[in-house]
C-alpha cells in the first residue's frame, strides 16, 4: 500500500500501511496509484491469486483462512506490511476476515473484494454462476413438460420415456438456454403433427421443417432439432434409434416425411447392372458408350446393382480419375468417393458389396488421403491399389526428375493400415502426391480385360 513516509533500511523500502486522510476530506474511489502499485508487486502476486480463487468459490465471502507455504523472503516482507504484523516462518496463515478489515483501514480504503477486482480481473461469483446455470436448466426442462402437456401427445406414453431420454442426454454445448426452450417446442410441434393420423399426409423433409422454424434446413442431418424429432418418432413406433443415414432416411418414411434423395450424387463410370428393368438398362448403355453417370440416393432406392459375379470395382478419390477413365474408354467399373465419403457413396458401395463385388481403392498420397484410405480398406475388405510405399517412392521420384513442383506433406502422421513401411517414407520424403500425379498408370490398369 502507498507509503505515508517511505524510508530506506537495508536497501528495502519499509511501508507504512496506516490510511491517511486526504486533505480535502473527499472520500476518492478505487485505489490509489501507488497502493496499486504496491499490490499488484510479486511479493503478493500468489496470495491476491488464492485469494480470488477461494472468494470465487465461496460465494464471494471474506470468511474462512488461507495457508500460504514456502514464503520467499520477498513473499515474507511483503505479507508483515500487508498484515501490519512480523511474520517469521516459512508458512503464513491468513484470516480472511482479518485481511478484509485490514485493507478497509488502510490506505487501501477498499474491502478484500473490492481490491481483487481493482487488481481485476473482476471476480466471478461461481456458486451464484452455478446455481443460475441450474435454475436456466430446469427452466428448459419445465418448459418442455409444459409444452407436452399442452399437446395432444400428453396422454402418450412414450413422451414421459422422450423427456427421460432428453434430461439424460442434456442440451449440445453451445445451445443457450433461450434456444433449447425454443427446440424443444419445435420438436413438439413436429411431432405432434407427425403422429397425428389425421394428418398423416406425405410432406417433404424441407417442408415440414419450414413449418416448424422458418428455414428449410432446420430438420437437416446432424441439427439437434432432427435428433429430437428423429427419437421422438422412433419410440413412439418402438423401433431403435438410427446409427446411420440409411436408418435415418427410413424413419422419416416410416412418418411419411421424404428426405432430399436427389441433391448429393455418388460419381460412378462402367457398372453394368445384371436386370432388364431402365435404370438398369440405362447404366448399361452408358457403360458402353463410356459415359460417367452421377446416381442420387434415390437411383440406389430404385436400381437392382446386381454386377457380375466377383466383379472387381475399383475406388478412387478424385473426379479426374473417372475423367480421364471416360477418356480412354476403359473397361472397369469405377467409383468414385469425391473426397471423404459421402453417404450416398458409402450406400452405393454397401448396395454393391452384398452381390459379391470386391474393391480395389486408390487415392491421394497426403494424410488426409492415407485416413480415408484406411476407412475404405478397413469397411470393405478393399484391396490397395498402387497405395504401397514403393508405389509412394516411384511416384515421387518420377515427378520429382519430371521437374514437377513438389506439394509439401502437411498435417499429422497417419499410419497406412495395408502397409506399414508407407508412413515412414511418406515422412521421409516430405512429398504429397495427389492421384492426378499417377493417371496413366491408374487409367492403364482400367483398361485392362474385365
Avoid at 426452450?181 to 423433409?205: K, Y
Avoid at 442431418?221 to 418402438?238: I, K, N, S
Avoid at 459421402?342 to 470386391?358: E, F, I, N, P, Q
Amino acid at each position: 500500500m502507498p507509503p505515508r513516509s517511505p524510508c530506506a533500511r537495508g536497501g528495502h523500502v519499509a511501508l507504512h500501511l496506516e490510511r491517511s486522510a486526504p486533505a480535502s476530506g473527499i472520500r476518492m474511489t478505487g485505489l490509489p496509484a501507488a497502493t496499486r502499485d504496491w499490490l499488484a508487486g510479486p511479493g503478493l502476486t500468489r496470495l491476491w491469486g488464492a485469494m480470488r480463487k477461494r472468494l470465487e468459490g465461496n460465494g464471494v465471502q471474506a470468511t474462512g483462512s488461507l495457508r500460504l507455504t514456502a514464503v520467499s523472503n520477498q513473499e515474507r516482507n511483503d505479507l508483515s506490511l500487508l498484515l501490519g504484523k512480523p511474520l517469521t516462518g516459512i508458512d503464513v496463515t491468513v484470516r480472511l476476515d482479518a485481511l478484509d478489515a485490514r485493507l478497509r483501514t488502510s490506505a487501501a480504503g477498499l474491502g478484500l473484494r473490492e481490491v481483487l477486482d481493482e487488481l481485476g480481473p473482476p471476480l466471478t461469483d461461481r456458486r451464484a454462476a452455478r446455481a443460475g446455470v441450474a435454475a436456466q436448466r430446469r427452466h428448459v426442462w419445465s418448459s418442455l413438460t409444459s409444452s407436452l402437456d399442452a399437446s395432444p401427445l400428453a396422454a402418450q406414453e412414450w413422451t414421459r420415456q422422450w423427456s427421460d431420454v432428453l434430461r439424460r442426454t442434456g442440451i449440445p454445448r453451445g445451445v443457450t438456454p433461450e434456444a433449447a426452450v425454443q427446440t424443444l417446442q419445435q420438436a413438439v410441434r413436429v411431432l405432434t403433427v407427425l403422429l397425428d393420423p389425421e394428418r398423416n399426409a406425405a410432406r417433404g423433409r424441407g417442408e415440414l421443417a419450414a413449418m416448424a422454424t422458418g428455414s428449410a434446413h432446420g430438420l437437416d442431418d446432424g441439427t439437434w432439432l432432427a435428433r429430437l424429432v428423429q427419437r421422438g418418432v422412433a419410440l413412439a413406433h418402438g423401433t431403435e434409434f438410427p446409427s446411420n443415414a440409411a436408418g435415418r432416411r427410413a424413419l422419416w418414411r416410416l412418418v411419411s416425411v421424404t428426405p432430399d434423395e436427389v441433391s448429393s450424387t455418388v460419381l460412378t463410370y462402367g457398372l453394368r447392372p445384371i436386370g432388364e428393368g431402365w435404370r438398369e438398362r440405362s447404366l448399361r448403355e452408358r457403360a458402353a458408350h463410356h459415359a460417367e453417370t452421377h446416381l442420387t440416393p434415390r437411383d440406389l432406392l430404385d436400381v437392382h446393382l446386381q454386377l457380375p459375379a466377383g466383379t472387381v470395382v475399383h475406388i478412387c478419390e478424385n473426379p479426374r480419375v473417372v475423367e480421364a477413365a471416360a477418356d480412354a474408354a476403359c473397361a472397369k467399373p469405377l467409383v468414385c468417393t469425391s473426397g471423404s465419403a459421402a453417404t450416398v457413396v458409402l450406400t452405393l458401395l454397401d448396395a454393391l458389396a452384398t452381390t459379391g463385388c470386391r474393391f480395389a481403392y486408390h487415392g491421394d498420397f497426403d494424410w488426409p488421403g492415407i485416413a480415408l484410405a484406411n476407412r475404405i480398406i478397413r469397411r470393405y475388405k478393399a484391396l490397395p491399389w498402387r497405395m504401397g510405399a514403393e508405389d509412394y517412392e516411384r511416384l515421387a521420384t518420377h515427378s520429382q526428375a519430371e521437374g514437377i513442383p513438389q506439394l509439401p506433406l502437411d498435417g499429422r502422421t497417419v499410419s497406412a493400415d495395408w502397409d506399414p513401411g508407407l508412413a515412414p517414407a511418406m515422412t521421409a520424403l516430405g512429398v504429397a502426391l495427389h492421384e492426378e500425379a499417377t493417371l496413366d498408370l491408374l487409367v492403364d490398369d482400367l483398361s485392362g480385360q474385365m
